[in-house]
């Protein structure tokens, strides 16, 4: 199994991604599996782009999203993988964003051109991007689930937040295992401050007591009871954290399916 390369110190150093050939690949795949491709409203010149692909009689909904931060490529790539694989159950709907902060991209940078952490904009939004992405989402039907993949540059490896204040069937230790195949799994006791066991967070949705909401509160709060952030450990080949991610979007949707 793949070892961290070394690369990460005091922040991401990795590989990086022209994210405008990344999202045109994103945009030419969806296009050819018969998705729908809409560009956000009210976004100015900034490329984001909303995708559908809905079941005529859907098992399951759900949302995937992923380029909130700009330091972060194996999320983009990851989907872009899904799409060209076009591997997805018939039955389920699935509304995607394959990159919500093209600027950080550009830059190379977790947060956008104006220097705003986008995953910290969902509770007093001002930035363009994230006014965009929820008008979007907001009249978008309801999910079973949200998936947002990230990658996290100080992780030793693969972990995922799970938010479930409703305590509703999960999967997150099935995740966590399948993934475990393919990519070492952060065993730490506190990752970001944060007590984990077996590379599971499960944070309280506490929204007054957190200032700055990341995206999946938002999604938890608005459209779902049910949200898994996977965080890829990007100090470790590139590869790796794209099958690290595209593992965990599969196995979530198969256990989930398989729950209905």
């Not at 990230?150 to 997150?172: M, Q, R």
Request: aromatic fraction near 8%; proline fraction near 7%; glycine fraction near 6%.
């Amino acid at each position: 199994m793949a070892a961290p390369l070394g690369r990460n110190i005091g922040g991401y150093n990795g590989e990086t991604i022209d994210i405008n050939d990344m999202l045109q690949s994103a945009i030419t795949a969806a296009k050819a599996h018969g998705w729908s491709i809409e560009r956000f409203p009210n976004a100015g010149n900034l490329p984001l782009y909303g995708f559908r692909r809905l079941a005529k009689k859907p098992r399951l909904t759900i949302y995937i999203s992923t380029g909130i931060h700009g330091d972060e490529p194996g999320g983009p790539l990851a989907m872009l993988e899904l799409l060209e694989d076009n591997d997805w159950p018939s039955d389920i709907s699935i509304f995607a964003c394959p990159c919500l902060n093209p600027t950080g991209f550009t830059n190379n940078t977790r947060e956008n051109e104006n220097h705003t952490d986008l995953n910290r904009d969902y509770r007093h939004i001002k930035s363009i991007e994230t006014l965009a992405h929820t008008a979007w989402i907001n009249q978008l039907p309801t999910f079973d689930l949200g998936i947002c993949l990230h990658e996290d540059w100080e992780a030793k490896g693969f972990y995922l937040y799970e938010l479930n204040p409703d305590n509703l069937p999960a999967v997150s230790a099935e995740v966590v295992e399948a993934v475990g195949a393919v990519c070492a799994i952060d065993q730490s006791n506190l990752i970001d401050d944060r007590p984990a066991q077996g590379g599971i967070l499960k944070p309280v949705v506490s929204p007054d007591a957190r200032p700055l909401w990341p995206e999946a509160f938002y999604i938890v709060l608005h459209k779902t009871r049910l949200s898994y952030t996977l965080e890829s450990p990007s100090d470790f080949p590139i590869a790796t954290r794209v099958q690290a991610l595209c593992t965990a979007v599969r196995t979530l949707i198969d256990l989930h399916l398989a729950k209905r």
